[in-house]
């Protein structure tokens, strides 16, 4: 009976021993994935950071009637600056005229837009890449090039 207590002790002992190690084992596993899932926040806050002072200019055209237009429109979250749009020799559907008339505007704001008409006539083509140029927090001469399509 004598043996009987040390015995004892000494399995209580073991199984306490145990189950401190297996609960650390399992809390070691729970920071690891406490830190990615923080790593994982941080990259998601830093994206949405930046995108907030995006501005996303681009263009569309649509029929008004019986005729044709094109809109300019910020749908990003941010304010655009010094947005351009850029004329070369093979715009047909849209008349330098028409964007020196419009462009470039000191600003635009998040929903706003700008229309103009488009000259559409039997011999156009029916599609047409337009280069928006603008400034915005997140950086100078951002670009998007906007196939606009009869």
Do not use: C
């Not at 505007?105 to 837009?113: D, Y």
């Not at 280069?131 to 001469?141: A, C, E, R, Y």
Request: hydrophobic share 40%; aromatic share 6%.
């Amino acid at each position: 009976m004598n043996d009987f207590i040390p015995i004892a002790a000494l399995v209580v002992s073991l199984l306490a021993l145990w189950q401190t190690h297996r609960v650390s084992a399992d809390s070691k596993r729970l920071t690891e994935q406490e830190i990615e899932l923080i790593r994982q926040q941080l990259a998601a806050n830093r994206l949405a950071a930046v995108q907030e002072k995006q501005a996303s200019i681009s263009a569309r055209m649509y029929k008004d009637g019986k005729s044709w237009r094109v809109s300019v429109y910020n749908s990003g979250p941010a304010e655009a600056k010094n947005v351009r749009l850029l004329h070369d020799d093979t715009n047909q559907l849209v008349s330098k005229d028409a964007i020196d008339g419009k462009f470039p505007l000191v600003k635009m704001e998040k929903g706003q837009s700008v229309d103009f008409w488009a000259n559409v006539h039997m011999t156009s083509p029916l599609k047409e890449t337009l280069v928006i140029q603008w400034d915005d927090l997140s950086g100078t001469n951002r670009e998007n090039r906007v196939e606009i399509t009869v």
